[in-house]
């Protein structure tokens, strides 16, 4: 009820503006949950403003809003991927100056939007890019050599009652054409390299500094590949960038590994190819809609299915308090962000 | 293209200890007159200078049976099942199927490495039972790369498995019968120590008297609570009932298993563990190494009965 929330939103606001009298230290807008190592560490040297504070019940915007009225109100905030940074999230919180992104892709920022407004953004650099690289290859070996679909036989007892599964197929020799070749997509290539694989690629542009055989569309991509491994971000140019015509160029004993974002494949004829056996199989750590997968997959052995964990180690998670603290520390001290991202520089 | 099959006649004779499996049997009846010891006559078992087996025991009586026996030819990479110690007595050679899986069985090798740390098959279970939207947290798992792995021989697989882990970063070490000059690994002289020195401990060697339970409580517990196992050679490699006990006693953290002592039967408790990728001894194999193991055995037998050296011999 609107009495509620108000009182509430009045409430908010008192305690935020006494978090922000201690001491001098600079404020954070903190929007996202974090442990308590992160916790700790960001409360020794902000105020923090936290939206996941307990006994803290303002929705977010409420939060942020209330957080901008308070005195010396925070000039960074650290958000993750739910967090959409918008025109209408920047109206809210005029003082914000830089946004710090603990997620893995940049899609849920308007990074144009930040730039006209002069708001600085700082990713998570490669602070990922090694555990999802190390989650495709296993992704790819997974779906390849049956291993989740031979760990199910056995556990339910077939083994010793129906004898041996059916085999799965090679991963040396096999064309594998990797869709960006950034921090994570260079990473796929070294390792599936000393797999034996042949590694090909689609970048915007093609690097000087890799031997790879370079495709300027996804389309002749996929259709000199055996493998597809999407590890590009998600923005408008790669929206759904593998459809039918690619997944048709793939062809039948083709695989495909999405670790990037689930739009970047159109989902719904991903499952139709796969119902039709137009393609080999999938391996699909990201969705369209998470957390809904489209039930038809769970009925297919040849597909490996993860709820969007390839960032989630406790190395990373560790590695990112650092990074995160790191931009921070550097944007209050007026130096160069560690990892700044432009509207123009998307990672690929 | 010529026709280059000999007549019925002329081609080798070579008893089988079991049948053929169907892919030897299709490439390979054109070149080679097959007799099944147990179907064949006293002259036949007299004549036979080659046996091809399958994964069937092979003893010293079954060698007494065939006194002009020089060669005995396995499809597989492990010869466990073969009296090797009688092969020697006699004078028969062994051969294996070399290299042609060892490809395979370091990918598969890798793929459970990658498995076990990060969870996959566990992530997968957990999707298929429709619980991404009912469960909030997904617990987090440890990285791959930078992970210090000890391997237990450092043969055809576990070269193969080490160069693909030294891709991930990880740090690479090795025990072995003797110590590889030319491999860039740090040589540890004992298993023990290898375990307590790693993170991840992969076997990849035969299964000898010397290698029976070669893994057992004592290296179990050295390589510790966050440790991890992965077995892509023999299921007697480990004492599997200690396996057990320490998987659920947490003396280690997790383990890949590909094969297991008495296959197909795999220790139930393991079942409903999270920790422990379970596999169907399917590291072995793919349809493109079969047709190159085919192409090899029969490389073998060519060889011998043309009085040239083997491609693939076992060392007796």
């Known amino acids: 009820n609107r009495k509620g929330v108000a009182l509430l939103a009045v409430v908010a606001t008192l305690k935020l503006a006494t978090m922000a009298a201690a001491g001098g230290k600079p404020a954070v807008l903190l929007l996202r949950p974090v442990d308590a190592p992160f916790a700790a560490a960001l409360r020794d040297r902000f105020r923090v403003l936290d939206l996941y504070a307990p006994g803290q019940a303002l929705p977010a915007l409420a939060f942020v809003a209330a957080a901008a009225a308070v005195p010396e109100p925070p000039r960074a905030t650290v958000i993750w991927g739910g967090v959409r940074v918008d025109a209408s999230f920047l109206d809210a919180a005029p003082s914000l100056r830089c946004v710090v992104s603990t997620a893995a892709g940049l899609d849920h920022i308007d990074l144009a939007e930040c730039a006209r407004r002069g708001v600085a953004v700082a990713n998570s650099g490669e602070v990922y890019s090694t555990d999802v690289a190390d989650y495709a290859v296993g992704l790819l070996l997974d779906v390849l050599r049956r291993v989740s679909a031979s760990e199910r036989y056995v556990r339910r007892g077939s083994w010793a009652a129906q004898g041996d599964y059916p085999l799965g197929s090679k991963l040396g020799g096999k064309r594998v054409g990797i869709i960006g070749l950034g921090n994570i997509g260079s990473r796929i290539a070294k390792r599936l390299e000393a797999f034996g694989c042949i590694i090909h690629y689609n970048s915007r542009k093609p690097k000087d500094s890799v031997s790879y055989k370079y495709f300027p569309n996804v389309h002749e991509l996929a259709a000199e590949s055996d493998v597809l491994v999407v590890a590009c971000a998600l923005n408008k140019a790669t929206r759904h960038i593998v459809n039918k015509d690619v997944l048709e160029a793939l062809g039948k004993d083709g695989v495909v590994v999405n670790i990037g974002r689930g739009a970047n494949i159109d989902e719904a004829e991903l499952v139709i190819a796969l119902r039709e056996g137009k393609i080999a199989g999938a391996g699909l750590d990201v969705f369209e809609h998470e957390p809904k997968v489209p039930a038809e997959l769970f009925s297919m052995e040849n597909v490996v299915l993860s709820r969007h964990v390839a960032v989630l180690t406790e190395e990373s998670r560790s590695d990112l308090r650092a990074h995160t603290i790191g931009n921070l520390e550097a944007f209050f001290s007026g130096q160069p962000l560690l990892t700044p991202v432009h509207a123009d520089s998307l990672a690929q | ?316």
């Open chain 2, 1 to 316: 293209m010529e026709d280059t099959t000999p007549s019925a006649d002329e081609r080798p004779l070579v008893l089988l200890g079991q049948p053929l499996f169907p892919e030897f049997a299709a490439a390979l009846a054109g070149r080679f007159r097959f007799v099944l010891v147990a179907d064949a006559d006293a002259a036949t078992l007299a004549q036979g200078r080659a046996l091809l087996i399958g994964l069937n025991p092979v003893t010293d009586d079954h060698l007494a049976a065939l006194p002009a026996l020089g060669l005995v030819a396995g499809i597989s990479v492990g010869v466990n099942h073969v009296d090797l110690a009688a092969c020697r007595r006699r004078g028969i050679a062994v051969t294996n199927a070399g290299a042609a899986f060892a490809v395979d069985t370091a990918d598969y090798g890798v793929g459970l490495v990658v498995a076990v740390l990060r969870r996959l098959a566990a992530a997968e279970a957990h999707v298929r039972a429709g619980r991404w939207a009912a469960d909030g947290d997904y617990p987090l798992t440890t990285k791959v790369s930078g992970k210090r792995v000890g391997i237990v021989g450092l043969g055809n697989i576990g070269s193969r498995i080490a160069r693909r882990l030294a891709a991930f970063g990880c740090a690479v070490s090795y025990n072995s019968r003797s110590p590889k000059p030319s491999a860039p690994y740090e040589f540890v002289p004992a298993v023990r120590d290898l375990a307590a020195g790693s993170d991840v401990l992969v076997l990849s060697c035969a299964l000898t008297e010397e290698t029976r339970h070669v893994v057992n409580g004592e290296v179990m517990e050295a390589l510790g609570k966050d440790g991890v196992l992965v077995n892509v050679g023999r299921g007697g490699l480990v004492d599997e009932p200690e396996l057990v006990r320490c998987l659920q006693e947490g003396v280690i953290g997790g383990a890949g298993l590909d094969v297991f002592e008495s296959e197909p039967d795999v220790p139930p408790e393991l079942f409903s563990m999270d920790n422990v990728v379970l596999s169907a001894h399917r590291a072995v194999a793919t349809p493109e190494s079969i047709r190159g193991t085919i192409e090899l055995v029969a490389a073998n037998l060519d060889a011998f009965f043309a009085g040239k050296p083997l491609l693939s011999p076992v060392e007796l």
